[in-house]
């Protein structure tokens, strides 16, 4: 793990990178990260994230500043920018159930092809997807998501890279540090090794490649 400032590590991240971005409504979510992205005029991004949280806030600054052109998650109606640029097909928006969503990212971390699920099946969900029955039960095959890069938000940081998160600021972090190739964190807090219980690490220091220095 090394300790950057955000414009370095933002640096890092190349126009049209596949990005997972944590958080929920903008809870949990990485502000200084994607203001610095905005900053940056980083474009072309492919974002995977579980909604668009809201214009002005969260991954809701992206799409204010059009910096998208792939969006997965599993909800856009707090984001009328979004569903704007959608209809215009300015933005590709892929849709999908959110324990699917989180299914998907796990398997991605996890180093699997994918994970079967019954949601979907027989709607149009179902459309280009491998149909898979197992004991008479009908599934569908829905493939494992990784990113280039995942930015994370935690409660708790250790100079070695532990991170412990805060309630409902938890949410899709901890899935996303282990499927992306690059994990860059932000914390509220930086504290020596130790600090944090060992039981209490809910991400471990070899997951995250860039921790952004406070101040």
Known sequence: MKAVSVEEAVARIPNGSTVMVGGFMGVGTPERLLDELVRQRKSELSIISNDAAFPGKGVGKLFDAALVSTLTTSHIGLNPNVQKQMMANQVAVNLVPQGTFVERIRAGGCGLGGVLTPTGVGTMVEEGKRRIEVDGKSFLLETALRSDFALIHAFLADYLGNLAYALTARNFNPVMAMAADTVIVTAENIVP?????????????????????NG
């Open 193 to 213: 090794v130790g600090v944090i219980a060992p039981d209490h690490v809910v991400t471990p220091a070899p997951l995250v490649d860039y921790l952004i220095a």
